[in-house]
């Protein structure tokens, strides 16, 4: 019964056998499967030798890699190294400006100019009398020298005719011989209540009697105050001046008068403060000092005809309070100096001076497009002087001042929203922007100053004096200075006789102030 359904349907017992190939057929699938087999070996050793060649060409590229990286790290190293040595020659150039801009710098730098302008004063009325010395008055001749013909001709031997009487003026010194005093000082005591009285003269500068009644007198310590610190001579030459002119003294002598001086003049030098305080325009100054060797401060300011010097440790804001005053409400024509901006009762014009130096030397070193922006700061900057002179003479108003001082600011302000991808002018940029607002005062305001020229020109002959002799040994002997080099300056800003003056300080009873011309009084 299986095998009739088996018979029945055969496809339930499997699926149906395939018929067997013929032999040939066999032959023909083996030798076409060896060929195939034989392409694939082919193959197979290309694909390899493919493959060697690129597993060397990645081993030459990982090399070029390593090489590259390589000389990468050592350009990122030497762009480093040149940054720092870029850096660092900036710094130098810069410090080497500073110096040769120091007042202290010796007069002569450079090669010398190959056609210089002729030496002395331009000709013409406007620069004064070309002439020559003028006779003194007849009254003012104190002798009078007859040098009478020969008795014959030089030459011949024959009588000589007087024909004229010519004159020859000489202005000589007087044979240097001191003027020894001797004040006889009456002292005597009060029959009723026995107090000793010892009574002055007027030209007498101490009541020192005894072993310290041998002094110098008020006009020798007057002088030897003023060429010490006002011609900046040190105290051995003092001596040695003196010495010329018949007074003895040692170079300790010398130091001590001084101080002397310097503490009759102390009232004098406190309403010289007094007088800063109240004048309408200070310029204010300072430099580097040395006392005892250390770092110290000299600062200047200069108010209506009068001058301060200050000898301080620092240079901030409480060194410049000290002679100005926190309350100080004028005007400062000043530098850049970060401290001077705390004195915000004040109104400020910074110095456009220093500025347009600063674009001289941003141009001297400009490269193509980094001279844009410094060109055009100080086309600002000369537009704003060009007005300061012609209203000067007279014709432009006030008004027109104004309006043209806020026309430069407006560009100013253009300028400084700009962008500069160099950092030297986006540092300018950025310190025009900080003293936008004290940039045009002396367009706004009359009688201010565009620089601070008068601080410089009082702390110059202080410079010149520190390059010779360094600066003040103790705290008491800068004292000494600032004191006496203030009274003197003054006196010179006033056309007053600096050594009639301290004479006159010296010979007081007691300390006072000077009859200067002080602001405020």
Same mark, same amino acid.
């Given at each position: 019964?299986?095998?009739?359904?088996?018979?029945?349907?055969?496809?339930?017992?499997?699926?149906?056998?395939?018929?067997?190939?013929?032999? @040939?057929?066999?032959?023909?699938?083996?030798?076409?499967?060896?060929? !195939?087999?034989?392409?694939?070996?082919?193959?197979?050793?290309? #694909?390899?030798?493919?493959?060697?060649?690129?597993?060397?060409?990645?081993?030459?590229?990982?090399?070029?890699? @390593?090489?590259?990286?390589?000389?990468?790290?050592?350009?990122?190293?030497?762009?480093?190294?040149?940054?720092?040595?870029?850096?660092?020659?900036?710094?130098?150039?810069?410090?080497?400006?500073?110096?040769?801009?120091?007042?202290?710098?010796?007069?002569?730098?450079?090669?010398?100019?190959?056609?210089?302008?002729?030496?002395?004063?331009?000709?013409?009325?406007?620069?004064?009398?070309?002439?020559?010395?003028?006779?003194?008055?007849?009254?003012?001749?104190?002798?009078?020298?007859?040098?009478?013909?020969?008795?014959?001709?030089?030459?011949?031997?024959?009588?000589?005719?007087?024909?004229?009487?010519?004159?020859?003026?000489? !202005?000589?010194?007087?044979?240097?011989?001191?003027?020894?005093?001797?004040?006889?000082?009456?002292?005597?005591?009060?029959?009723?209540?026995?107090?000793?009285?010892?009574?002055?003269?007027?030209?007498?500068?101490?009541?020192?009697?005894?072993?310290?009644?041998?002094?110098?007198?008020?006009?020798?310590?007057?002088?030897?105050?003023?060429?010490?610190?006002?011609?900046?001579?040190?105290?051995?030459?003092?001596?040695?001046?003196?010495?010329?002119?018949?007074?003895?003294?040692?170079?300790?002598? $010398?130091?001590?008068?001084?101080?002397?001086?310097?503490?009759?003049?102390?009232?004098?030098?406190?309403?010289?403060?007094?007088?800063?305080?109240?004048?309408?325009?200070?310029?204010? @100054? !300072?430099?580097?000092?040395?006392?005892?060797?250390?770092?110290?401060?000299?600062?200047?300011?200069?108010?209506?005809?009068? %001058?301060?010097?200050?000898?301080?440790?620092?240079?901030?804001?409480?060194?410049?309070?000290? $002679?100005?005053?926190?309350?100080?409400?004028?005007?400062?024509?000043? @530098?850049?100096?970060?401290?001077?901006?705390?004195?915000?009762?004040?109104?400020?014009?910074?110095?456009?001076?220093?500025?347009?130096?600063?674009?001289?030397?941003?141009?001297?070193?400009?490269?193509?497009?980094?001279?844009?922006?410094?060109?055009?700061?100080?086309?600002?900057?000369?537009?704003?002087?060009?007005?300061?002179?012609?209203?000067?003479?007279? %014709?432009?108003?006030?008004?027109? #001042?104004?309006?043209?001082?806020?026309?430069?600011?407006?560009?100013?302000?253009?300028?400084?929203?700009?962008?500069?991808?160099?950092?030297?002018?986006?540092?300018?940029?950025?310190?025009?922007?900080?003293?936008?607002?004290?940039?045009?005062?002396?367009?706004? #305001?009359?009688?201010?100053?565009?620089?601070?020229?008068?601080? !410089?020109?009082?702390?110059?002959?202080?410079?010149?004096?520190?390059?010779?002799?360094?600066?003040?040994?103790?705290?008491?002997?800068?004292?000494?200075?600032?004191?006496?080099?203030?009274?003197?300056?003054?006196?010179?800003?006033?056309?007053?006789?600096?050594?009639?003056? #301290?004479?006159?300080?010296?010979?007081?009873?007691?300390?006072?102030?000077?009859?200067?011309?002080?602001?405020?009084?």
């Amino acid at each position: 019964m299986v095998s009739e359904r088996a018979h029945l349907e055969p496809g339930l017992c499997g699926p149906k056998p395939e018929p067997e190939p013929e032999p @040939d057929g066999w032959r023909h699938r083996i030798a076409l499967l060896e060929d !195939e087999n034989a392409a694939l070996q082919d193959r197979g050793l290309q #694909l390899e030798g493919e493959q060697r060649r690129l597993e060397r060409e990645q081993r030459r590229l990982r090399e070029r890699i @390593d090489d590259l990286e390589a000389e990468r790290d050592r350009l990122q190293a030497e762009s480093e190294r040149l940054e720092q040595a870029n850096a660092r020659l900036r710094d130098q150039v810069e410090a080497l400006r500073r110096a040769a801009k120091r007042q202290a710098a010796p007069f002569s730098r450079d090669d010398p100019t190959p056609h210089p302008k002729r030496a002395g004063r331009k000709v013409g009325a406007a620069h004064g009398r070309h002439e020559h010395r003028q006779p003194p008055a007849p009254e003012r001749v104190d002798r009078v020298v007859v040098v009478g013909l020969p008795g014959c001709c030089p030459g011949c031997g024959g009588e000589l005719a007087l024909e004229r009487v010519a004159a020859q003026h000489v !202005e000589e010194l007087p044979e240097p011989r001191p003027l020894l005093i001797r004040y006889d000082v009456h002292i005597g005591r009060c029959r009723s209540c026995g107090r000793r009285v010892q009574p002055r003269h007027p030209e007498q500068t101490s009541d020192a009697l005894g072993a310290a009644g041998c002094q110098l007198g008020p006009r020798a310590v007057a002088v030897a105050s003023w060429l010490s610190k006002s011609l900046g001579i040190s105290a051995a030459k003092t001596a040695r001046l003196l010495g010329q002119l018949g007074v003895g003294i040692t170079a300790g002598g $010398v130091v001590q008068a001084v101080a002397r001086a310097a503490r009759r003049a102390q009232p004098t030098y406190q309403t010289l403060i007094e007088g800063v305080r109240a004048s309408p325009q200070v310029a204010p @100054d !300072e430099t580097g000092w040395r006392v005892g060797g250390r770092r110290a401060w000299l600062w200047a300011f200069v108010g209506e005809q009068v %001058t301060v010097y200050r000898i301080a440790h620092g240079r901030g804001y409480n060194d410049a309070e000290q $002679v100005l005053g926190a309350g100080y409400a004028g005007v400062l024509e000043r @530098d850049g100096w970060a401290p001077y901006r705390k004195f915000t009762s004040a109104t400020h014009q910074t110095c456009v001076a220093h500025l347009l130096r600063r674009c001289r030397e941003l141009l001297a070193d400009a490269d193509r497009g980094q001279a844009r922006t410094p060109h055009a700061v100080r086309r600002i900057l000369l537009r704003a002087l060009a007005l300061r002179d012609a209203s000067q003479a007279g %014709t432009t108003d006030q008004a027109t #001042l104004a309006a043209e001082a806020d026309r430069l600011a407006a560009q100013l302000d253009k300028l400084v929203a700009g962008r500069t991808r160099y950092p030297p002018n986006r540092r300018l940029l950025n310190h025009l922007a900080v003293e936008r607002a004290q940039l045009f005062t002396f367009l706004r #305001l009359p009688g201010v100053q565009a620089t601070n020229w008068r601080a !410089e020109q009082a702390i110059r002959p202080a410079v010149v004096t520190r390059k010779s002799w360094g600066g003040n040994r103790t705290w008491a002997g800068a004292e000494t200075w600032q004191v006496l080099a203030s009274v003197l300056r003054t006196a010179a800003q006033q056309a007053r006789d600096p050594v009639e003056l #301290l004479t006159s300080l010296l010979q007081a009873p007691s300390p006072m102030a000077a009859d200067l011309a002080i602001p405020g009084r």
